[in-house]
């Protein structure tokens, strides 16, 4: 049985940092690509970033690209999204995700076989 248990979220400023971390269990974690996508009330969960299975490549959305990295510990079969300079529009859910299909659309969340139950994030003005 696969799982993914996000961490890390809370309540933080605008201006300041967050860590969320992925645990997954119950798949061969180094074989799988890893992702990280959000959701805001009323919106489309949408792509935040993606890694790929040894981590030599990263991927970012727009509004997340120099603020945002991504990154795992195979050893640790965990993903990590290191946040800062957070913005009150980055206030969501944030789920990880995780595929073993290759030559899949990483920003698309139809690509993704397993997903976590999310955890919150808010941004204060």
């Known amino acids: 049985q696969v799982q993914l248990v996000e961490s890390g979220g809370g309540l933080v400023q605008a201006g300041g940092s967050l860590r969320l971390s992925c645990a997954a269990s119950?798949?061969?974690?180094?074989?799988?690509?890893m992702g990280w996508f959000r959701q805001a009330p009323g919106k489309e969960r949408e792509f935040v970033a993606a890694?790929?299975?040894?981590?030599?490549?990263?991927y970012y959305a727009d509004s997340v690209k120099g603020r945002f990295t991504i990154s795992r510990d195979n050893a640790k079969n965990t993903v990590y999204l290191q946040m800062s300079s957070l913005q009150p529009s980055d206030t969501a859910v944030y789920y990880c995700a995780a595929r073993s299909r290759s030559g899949l659309a990483y920003s698309s969340r139809y690509s993704y076989d397993y997903w976590g139950r999310g955890t919150q994030v808010t941004v204060s003005s």
């Open positions: 890694i790929s299975w040894s981590g030599g490549s990263t």
């Open positions: 119950g798949l061969t974690f180094s074989r799988n690509y």
